[in-house]
T-cell receptor
Framework: SAVISQKPSRDICQRGTSLTIQCQVD?????MFWYRQQPGQSLTLIAT?????????ESGFVIDKFPISRPNLTFSTLTVSNMSPEDSSIYLC?????????????FGPGTRLTVL | GEDVEQSLFLSVREGDSSVINCTYT??????LYWYKQEPGAGLQLLTY?????DMKQDQRLTVLLNKKDKHLSLRIADTQTGDSAIYFC????????????FGTGTQLKVEL
């Protein structure tokens, strides 16, 4: 398994500003992922962040809006740029780690973002 | 396309069994997972099952997979108030845990 922390745990931001969310894992992992969970909804994958290469974005998400950094095997950041109230969500990072015979995704506690 | 459906809400009495159901459409799923999300928290991995299995038991949890009907269920025995949460099933296609597709989530409420 893996222990994952995220900062900040929550934030309230003004429209038009940007917020960078940090994700730290306690072991080296190849693959990290960023998800968005809109209020009352399920999780949607934003992008896959691999160390040493550009992030791979899912349909509907673009690098200009959600730039991602992955400087090493234990850390990643997601920036939510030029925020609007529609960006109010929980943002979760996850990592792919061994667990009981299969690589599985373990999730951080999430960052609860409210945009006014 | 990939679509994972769950019923939205389930209410049970403490001590009873809970059964949370999930249907998926992609027959090439390799692993199927159950995650638990408590209020204000992230997702906790509960268990997973490989697609060539039809049952997996882990303490109070039993996972049943009917691959023909593309139906997955999670049974929680002796449900406790601490089990109240939202439960998500998720599937992956291909090897390992890449690109999870999550279900809509089932909110389980355990009543005294």
């Amino acid at each position: 398994s893996a222990v994952i922390s995220q900062k900040p745990s929550r934030d309230i931001c003004q429209r038009g500003t940007s917020l960078t969310i940090q994700c730290q894992v306690d072991s080296q992992v190849t693959m990290m992922f960023w998800y968005r969970q809109q209020p009352g909804q399920s999780l949607t994958l934003i992008a896959t962040a691999n160390q040493g290469s550009e992030a791979t974005y899912e349909s509907g998400f673009v690098i200009d809006k959600f730039p991602i950094s992955r400087p090493n095997l234990t850390f990643s950041t997601l920036t939510v740029s030029n925020m609007s109230p529609e960006d109010s969500s929980i943002y979760l990072c996850s990592v792919l780690a061994p667990g009981g015979g299969a690589d599985t995704q373990y999730f951080g506690p999430g960052t609860r973002l409210t945009v006014l | 396309g990939e679509d994972v459906e769950q019923s939205l809400f389930l209410s049970v009495r403490e001590g009873d069994s809970s059964v949370i159901n999930c249907t998926y459409t992609d027959s090439s799923s390799t692993y199927l997972y159950w995650y638990k999300q408590e209020p204000g928290a992230g997702l906790q991995l509960l268990t997973y099952i490989f697609s060539n299995m039809d049952m997996k038991q882990d303490q109070r949890l039993t996972v049943l997979l009917n691959k023909k009907d593309k139906h997955l269920s999670l049974r929680i025995a002796d449900t406790q108030t601490g089990d109240s949460a939202i439960y998500f099933c998720a599937e992956t296609i291909g090897g390992g845990g890449n690109k999870l597709t999550f279900g809509t989530g089932t909110q389980l409420k355990v009543e005294l």
